[in-house]
């Protein structure tokens, strides 16, 4: 069962243009939510985060929106960049009620994003 | 340079045989990682060790194991290597009860 549910799978936006990925969850018990960009040959690197008793948080061109009473967030990416070409990925931090054990992070199945110039 | 650093980058090893994977960091964590990506870039948990203490372990064949000799190195050893085990490992550490993970660059496991 997925936990995290993320869409679209693939995106492709003309440079200048705003990237939108959405997520959805179910688990009540998550209670941060933060976004990874992983490069090819990287690892996931930690972009921004929100909590859920926030809205909206913004840094720079990046753009998290926390809708709670419909369990979705997304990233909005203004004034995309090719250098913004990347995989991403939405992720929930909390216990799994499900699998039980600590707290951990658990992550959407990513967006391969591409822009063009 | 502050970071999580594993080792090997790369690993092309044959069916059957036992491999190691190794994974230090240096930022003061106190919780490290061990993260599978496919190839669909799925990535899901494996372990996760405090303090040199095992608190997630999740559905995971037990020719996978994890050693924490101290609480800034975390190896994975796996036994009796199939083909479903290609895919690329990653290490990563936080301080626990924290979301803010640090990964290494991965591993990437060929078994052919």
């Known amino acids: 069962q997925q936990q995290v549910k993320q869409s679209p799978q693939s995106l492709i936006v003309q440079k200048g243009g705003i990237s939108i990925i959405n997520c959805a969850y179910e688990n009540t018990a998550f209670d941060y939510f933060p976004w990874y960009q992983q490069f090819p040959g990287k690892g996931p690197a930690l972009l921004i985060a929100i909590r859920p008793d926030v809205s909206e948080k913004k840094e720079g061109r990046f753009t998290i929106s926390f809708n709670k009473s419909a369990k979705q967030f997304s990233l909005h990416i203004m004034d995309s960049q090719p250098g913004d070409s990347a995989t991403y990925f939405c992720a929930a931090w909390g216990q799994v009620i499900l699998t039980g054990g600590g707290n951990k992070l658990t992550f959407g199945t990513g967006t391969q994003l591409k822009v063009e110039l | 340079d502050t970071a999580v650093s594993q080792t090997p980058k790369y690993l092309v090893t044959q069916m059957g045989n036992d491999k190691s994977i190794k994974c230090e960091q240096n930022l003061g964590h106190d919780t490290m990682y061990w993260y599978k990506q496919d190839s669909k870039k799925f990535l899901k948990i494996m372990f996760s060790y405090n303090n040199k203490e095992l608190i997630i372990n999740e559905t995971v064949p037990n020719r996978f194991s994890p050693k924490s000799p101290d609480k800034a190195h975390l190896n994975l050893h796996i036994n009796s290597l199939e083909l479903g085990d290609s895919a690329v490992y990653f290490c990563?550490?936080?301080?626990?009860?924290?979301?803010?993970?640090?990964f290494g660059s991965g591993t990437r496991l060929t078994v052919v």
């Open positions: 990563a550490s936080s301080q626990r009860q924290q979301y803010g993970y640090t």
